[in-house]
Structures are given as C-alpha cells and as structure tokens.
C-alpha cells in the first residue's frame, strides 16, 4: 500500500509544481496592490482630515477667522440705511416675499434687522411681512 501511497504523492507534487510557480509569480504584484491600497487608504484618511478642518474653518464667524470682521459691518448705519433703501424692488405692486428685500434683509443679522425695521419704508414691511414699497 505505501508504493500506491508514494506515486500519489508524487503525481501530486509533479502537478502541483506548476501552480506553486504561477502562485509565486502572482504574489509579488498583489503583494503591491496591497501596499498600495495601504497608501490610499493613509492619504485618504489624512485628504478627508484637511476637508474636516476647512469645513470647520468655513463655519465659523470671519471675525474668529481672520481676526477682524468684514468691512460692510464697519459701515455707519446710514449708509446701510441708504443700500437698504436701493435694494427695495422698485414695482409698487410686487408683493414682498422672504427671498427679497426687505424682508430678506431682516434676516442677515441682529444688526440689519434692526436697521432694515428703522429705515423707512421697512418698518410696516419687518413687522407684518406685507405693506407699501414706498421709498
């Protein structure tokens, strides 16, 4: 029984040569596939970090950004008075709408609200959402 048991075994390794050799050739490019993945996967990781951080960055208010805030908040309120007033559809029959002045401009800031509430011609609009366009 053992010389049945030996050809087997022979037989076996004299197939099997040939597979082992086509494994070997294989493992060295998937070898680097892998490593590669390894470095996407890094630089993914880090590249998706950075976004994170810019979205962060992007969020917060431009005073914490860049240490001062931007210059139309240094305009005097007249002035903003005066835009507001420009900015006030000229069609006296449009009916106001939260998507345009002056009722968009309510909800800018604390700021401009109330000075698009003071300025005239926005009072009446602010408050109950509908009135003259009257400049």
Not at 35 to 45: F, I, K
Not at 91 to 106: E, G, M, V
């Amino acid at each position: 029984m053992q010389p049945l048991l030996d050809d087997v075994i022979s037989y076996s390794n004299v197939r099997l040569t040939p597979v082992s050799a086509s494994i070997g050739k294989l493992q060295n490019p998937l070898d680097v596939i892998v490593g590669e993945s390894s470095s996407l996967e890094t630089g993914v990781g880090s590249r998706r970090q950075e976004l994170i951080d810019g979205k962060a960055d992007l969020t917060q208010p431009n005073t914490l950004r860049t240490g001062h805030s931007t210059t139309i908040s240094h305009l005097p309120t007249e002035i903003l008075s005066k835009i507001f007033l420009y900015c006030l559809p000229t069609d006296k029959h449009l009916s106001p709408t939260p998507r345009q002045a002056p009722i968009l401009l309510t909800k800018i800031c604390h700021r401009w609200r109330e000075i698009a509430v003071d300025t005239t011609g926005t009072n009446e609009l602010s408050a109950t959402g509908t009135g003259s366009n009257d400049r």
